[in-house]
């Protein structure tokens, strides 16, 4: 199986910075797109920022220009960047990434457990 684990979240002041990381373990053949995902209470589950393979990335109109997602494919690990928060960045921090786990299989949606984010104004 593969597992998903994220870090870096915590509690910063609008304005501040946080760096989250994702790193993906276990059965990886090859990791195709990864990407972060946020919840705040109450709401549903938003895209954030995706990256390919290759490099080529997708923002949130709420945080192009504010937030960078960047990965390094020989650690299996992907980043966000997140410069110049809101309050209303506060969530649960999810991160998404599509794994074949073989040469074989079609590729799967795997999750990481979450990480919070707080921004307090």
């Known amino acids: 199986q593969v597992q998903l684990v994220e870090s870096g979240g915590g509690l910063v002041q609008a304005g501040g910075s946080l760096r989250l990381s994702c790193a993906a373990s276990?059965?990886?053949?090859?990791?195709?797109?990864m990407g972060w995902y946020r919840q705040a209470p109450g709401k549903q589950r938003d895209l954030v920022a995706t990256?390919?393979?290759?490099?080529?990335?997708t923002y949130a109109d709420s945080v192009k220009g504010r937030f960078t997602i960047s990965r390094d494919n020989a650690k299996n690990t992907a980043y966000l960047q997140m410069n110049s928060l809101k309050p209303e960045d506060t969530a649960v921090y999810y991160c998404?990434?599509?794994?074949?786990?073989?040469?074989?299989?079609?590729?799967?949606?795997?999750w990481g457990q979450g990480t919070q984010v707080t921004v307090s104004s």
């Open positions: 998404n990434a599509d794994v074949k786990t073989n040469p074989v299989v079609v590729a799967r949606q795997y």
């Open positions: 276990g059965r990886i053949f090859r990791i195709n797109a």
């Open positions: 990256i390919t393979s290759g490099g080529s990335t």
